[in-house]
């Protein structure tokens, strides 16, 4: 358990919905990162948030969205889902100064399938 | 755009082999990193090496880096079924919280 909890683990649903995924970060961690992997793709930034507010922003669609709430857990929201949007989408937390140094932890990821 | 690409795309060896990743990136860095994946996993952060250093271990694992060639490499020592896993690079511009980008990954196979 990385402590980066994601909801839910898997989801699948039709064209044109929308979905909402959740993510709490690991305790004292103040940065949430959302990021999509496609099959076989590398991980695609999607938006960064630290204690509420939107830090950085990456490939994210329109039609997608998020936020953080004032507990630091943040939702992703996807809307008029595409075939397209098919993916694993993470979430992160950090950066968390460890043995290693700085870096990410990642949860377990949302496994979202669209038909 | 990737700004980390791995190479090769795919790597297959025996158990007990070394495993050699390379990385190569655009822009000038903070840091890189290197993860690994478990198949339709999270990410494991590996190992962080900053940009004024050179070369840096953990356990099996050692990372060089050379910025003059913008690249880094992954080597992991005598190798274990159970490093199979995708590998990743990632590079940090900026330093403190901003984003990080990834490479397309390393796929490693070490068979028994």
């Known amino acids: 358990d990385s402590g980066v909890t994601q909801t839910p683990k898997h989801l699948i649903t039709a064209t044109g919905q929308r979905v909402t995924l959740r993510c709490s970060p690991r305790?004292?961690?103040?940065?949430v990162y959302w990021y999509q992997q496609s099959l076989d793709q590398g991980l695609q930034f999607l938006i960064q948030?630290?204690?509420?507010?939107?830090?950085a922003k990456g490939n994210i669609l329109e039609r997608f969205s998020a936020q953080q709430f004032p507990d630091l857990h943040s939702e992703l929201n996807l809307s008029s889902l595409e075939l397209g949007d098919s993916a694993l989408y993470f979430c992160?937390?950090?950066?968390?100064?460890?043995?290693?140094?700085?870096?990410?932890?990642f949860g377990s990821g949302t496994r979202l399938t669209v038909v | 755009s990737q700004q980390g690409e791995e190479d090769p795309q795919a790597l297959s060896i025996q158990e007990g082999e070394n495993a050699t990743m390379n990385c190569s990136y655009k822009?000038?860095?903070?840091?890189l990193q290197w993860y690994r994946q478990n198949s339709g996993r999270g990410l494991v952060h590996l190992i962080l090496?900053?940009?004024?250093?050179r070369e840096k271990h953990s356990g099996r694992l050692r990372v060089t880096l050379d910025t003059s060639k913008k690249s880094s490499s992954l080597l992991i020592t005598a190798s274990r079924a159970a490093d199979t896993a995708s590998y990743f690079c990632?590079?940090?511009?900026?330093?403190?919280?901003?984003?990080?980008?990834f490479g397309i990954g390393t796929k490693l196979q070490v068979i028994p």
């Open positions: 948030y630290y204690n509420g507010e939107e830090r």
């Open positions: 990632a590079t940090d511009v900026s330093g403190g919280y901003q984003k990080v980008t």
């Open positions: 305790s004292g961690d103040l940065s």
């Open positions: 090496i900053r940009s004024n250093e």
């Open positions: 822009t000038s860095i903070n840091n």
């Open positions: 992160a937390s950090g950066l968390r100064q460890g043995a290693k140094g700085y870096g990410y932890t």
